[in-house]
């Protein structure tokens, strides 16, 4: 008997009295059913196909399993394996199959589709652990074993572990293996370089995460890039990126600005759900949160033993720091030649598209192209088909901007080919901000002269012409993002608020490879600034082989500082008001030639909007919780004595 208590004997009266009226109904009429049309399985005829597909889940030491999808060219054998570690799914390529071509298959994902088809590599890709058909949990950017990690795995062991049963159980490999990506799955093959399977032949790491805080997705110099809260909810919110971002605007600027604060907006999206999310608010300055994840950090402690090929692209939007930070890292103790370097004239993953045109540059021919086969495709050949005939790649590639010329260097930065390395130099140089909004180059400072603009963080300087479409990469929709860093500058130096030097007309070329440095001597009648310097060729105004360049400003360098970490980026502190104060900082690399005809200009600005968030101008604790009323105007002083520290190029007399 069941127990009903006091209180709900008239509840259950009436429900067994209307059990009993329906029992009392008459039964529905029974119809035969229609049989399904759909199999309990489908099993895709693959007769035709040029490959097999195997979707495997690989066990990690901690009894996870990670989903890996290997792709085997028919007929391979003594193939070697490129691997791919990736959060962005890769049961994609086991669930259907779009083409019965190895080739075509690759193309809408894969780092060098082309290559891989070519060379006749077994392709393997992974999702990481937590992500999309692997188990497990997921941590964004997951830090090694150790302080931040606790547990006893991390990419590192995961690719250890991956390469260890891959080579027992592909039986068409030659047991070497290397392994590729772009972005996030750039930074895990940096991760596979820490204690590295000794069957892991070649690394390349291509536009990698490498420091989060410094330069690349998440802040620079401090500066939140809040355009990524998108990405940042995708991402980390479900396990296979169900859950979407809602857009209120047609322009992001408008969207930005009614939230007010990058943490108010994130709130409203319930951001906050995120342990991700939480990290980022609870650690806005440079502490050992970052410090310890930061990967150029943690490979300078011991050489590089796998051959590596860093790529880097010059307008990268995404992750334009960490090649390059990799780079100077690494290099000084690599003593045995395993560390490489090609930089190209792309976005963010350019070296995979076409490389012909990037906006409304053109480059005279498909520079991707050109680096797939003359580098990368003789680079694994050599290392992971043990091809000791295939002749080793220049130190360093890198595609000269301006001239349009690829160069072979044996270091970088270097201003001459490896056969003049003797007949030339790079020595930085003065590009001085000087009175009459004029940029001179190696010219005498002026300790008091200013330029001024008003900086109103209700009309932020917008990152560029507005309407702003969403973060994303869909042409087609107008999602123009990658492209965003070649945008013509002259939307910005119109206004007001954007302090702008030039140079004279060039009567000759001026050529920089390597970082420019930014020396801002600079006030504001605030306690906290926000400083923008952009690094601008400005073409002649009419160019008659292609009129759409006439008076273009292109950047050729930009980044932003955040003020409150001028004394420490793990300290920040109120600026004094009104008093002129130093600032340096780095831009990201270039290998440029200003040519004759040109002018070189500087543009000056406090906001970046709403690329980076805000910067209330009033020091607050913590700019991702800055209240409406903290939002103020403040008058912003850039000294004469202010320069852009050039590396340029000269010949050796």
């Given at each position: 008997m069941t127990f009903v208590p006091a209180r709900l004997a008239p509840l259950a009266g009436a429900l067994a009295l209307a059990g009993y009226a329906k029992a009392q109904q008459p039964a529905p009429p029974q119809y035969p059913g229609l049989p399904s049309e759909t199999p309990?399985?489908?099993?895709?005829?693959?007769?035709?196909?040029?490959?097999?597909?195997?979707s495997v889940m690989?066990?990690?030491?901690?009894?996870?399993?990670?989903?890996?999808?290997?792709?085997?060219?028919?007929?391979?054998?003594?193939?070697?394996?490129?691997?791919?570690?990736?959060?962005?799914?890769?049961?994609?390529?086991?669930?259907?199959?779009?083409s019965s071509d190895l080739e075509t298959i690759l193309s809408g994902y894969d780092n060098a589709a082309d290559v891989v088809a070519e060379e006749g590599y077994i392709r393997v890709i992974q999702d990481v652990r937590g992500k999309y058909g692997s188990e497990g949990d997921y941590v964004m950017n997951r830090p090694l074993r150790g302080p931040l990690n606790p547990t006893p795995v991390d990419h590192s062991t995961d690719t250890w572990d991956t390469i260890e049963w891959l080579t027992k159980n592909v039986p068409e490999s030659n047991g070497r293996v290397g392994i590729i990506g772009i972005s996030y799955d750039g930074f895990l093959p940096l991760m596979a370089l820490v204690n590295p399977h000794p069957a892991l032949k070649v690394a390349v790491p291509m536009n990698p995460m490498v420091d989060n805080w410094k330069g690349d997705d998440w802040f620079h110099n401090g500066a939140f890039r809040q355009v990524n809260l998108?990405?940042?909810?995708?991402?980390?919110?479900?396990?296979?990126?169900?859950?979407?971002?809602?857009?209120?605007?047609?322009?992001?600027?408008?969207?930005?600005m009614r939230a007010v604060s990058a943490g108010a907006l994130a709130k409203e999206h319930g951001l906050e759900q995120s342990g991700f999310w939480n990290k980022l608010v609870a650690h806005p300055a440079y502490d050992d949160?970052?410090?310890?994840?930061?990967?150029?950090?943690?490979?300078?402690?011991?050489?590089?033993?796998?051959p590596t090929?860093?790529?880097?692209?010059?307008?990268?939007?995404?992750?334009?720091?960490?090649?390059?930070?990799?780079?100077?890292?690494?290099?000084?103790?690599?003593?045995?030649?395993?560390?490489?370097?090609?930089?190209?004239?792309?976005?963010?993953?350019g070296a995979i598209e076409d490389g012909s045109t990037l906006g409304t540059l053109k480059f005279g021919g498909d520079t991707a192209l050109h680096w797939r086969q003359q580098v990368l495709k003789p680079f694994l050949a050599r290392y992971l088909k043990g091809d000791a005939a295939v002749p080793a790649i220049p130190v360093v590639t890198a595609f000269e901007t301006g001239t349009n010329r690829w160069r072979n260097l044996d270091a970088w930065p270097s201003g001459c080919e490896a056969r003049q390395q003797r007949a030339c130099t790079i020595q930085p140089v003065p590009l001085r901000l000087a009175a009459g909004q004029k940029a001179v180059l190696d010219g005498a400072p002026d300790a008091k002269g200013y330029d001024e603009y008003v900086s109103d963080p209700a009309k932020p300087v917008p990152f560029r012409q507005r309407p702003i479409p969403p973060y994303g990469y869909d042409e087609a929709k107008g999602q123009t993002w990658p492209r965003w860093l070649v945008d013509d500058q002259r939307e910005?130096?119109?206004?007001?608020?954007?302090?702008?030097?030039?140079?004279?007309?060039?009567?000759?070329?001026?050529?920089?490879?390597?970082?420019?440095?930014?020396?801002?001597?600079?006030?504001?009648?605030?306690?906290?600034?926000?400083?923008?310097?952009?690094?601008?060729?400005?073409?002649?105004?009419?160019?008659?082989?292609?009129?759409?360049?006439?008076?273009?400003?292109?950047?050729?360098?930009?980044?932003?500082?955040?003020g409150r970490?001028?004394?420490?980026?793990?300290?920040?502190?109120?600026?004094?008001?009104?008093?002129?104060?130093?600032?340096?900082?780095?831009?990201p690399t270039a290998n440029h030639v200003f040519l004759p005809g040109h002018r070189i200009m500087v543009q000056v600005q406090s906001s970046w909007f709403p690329l980076y968030d805000r910067n209330p101008q009033t020091f607050v604790p913590n700019i991702f919780f800055a209240q409406p009323g903290d939002y103020k105007k403040a008058t912003q002083r850039i000294y004469h004595s202010s320069y852009v520290e050039l590396p340029l190029v000269r010949s050796v007399p």
């Open positions: 309990a399985e489908y099993i895709a005829p693959t007769a035709g196909f040029n490959y097999v597909k195997r690989i066990p990690m030491r901690d009894g996870t399993k990670l989903n890996t999808v290997i792709i085997v060219p028919k007929g391979a054998h003594d193939a070697p394996m490129l691997l791919t570690r990736t959060p962005y799914d890769a049961g994609s390529f086991a669930n259907h199959a779009d998108s990405y940042i909810l995708e991402q980390v919110v479900t396990r296979a990126n169900t859950a979407r971002w809602a857009v209120t605007h047609y322009d992001d600027y408008d969207m930005y949160f970052w410090r310890q994840q930061a990967m150029d950090k943690i490979l300078a402690k011991e050489p590089v033993t796998v090929l860093l790529v880097h692209s010059l307008w990268d939007a995404e992750d334009i720091y960490g090649a390059i930070a990799v780079w100077k890292a690494i290099k000084p103790i690599d003593a045995n030649g395993n560390v490489f370097l090609s930089i190209g004239p792309w976005a963010h993953g910005a130096s119109g206004r007001t608020d954007v302090a702008t030097f030039v140079s004279d007309v060039l009567e000759a070329p001026v050529k920089i490879s390597g970082e420019p440095v930014a020396n801002l001597v600079a006030a504001t009648s605030g306690t906290d600034a926000d400083w923008v310097v952009k690094l601008i060729d400005v073409y002649p105004d009419q160019v008659g082989r292609q009129p759409a360049m006439g008076g273009y400003q292109l950047m050729i360098a930009g980044d932003i500082f955040r970490y001028r004394e420490g980026l793990d300290r920040p502190k109120a600026l004094a008001p009104n008093r002129a104060l130093t600032y340096r900082f780095g831009l």
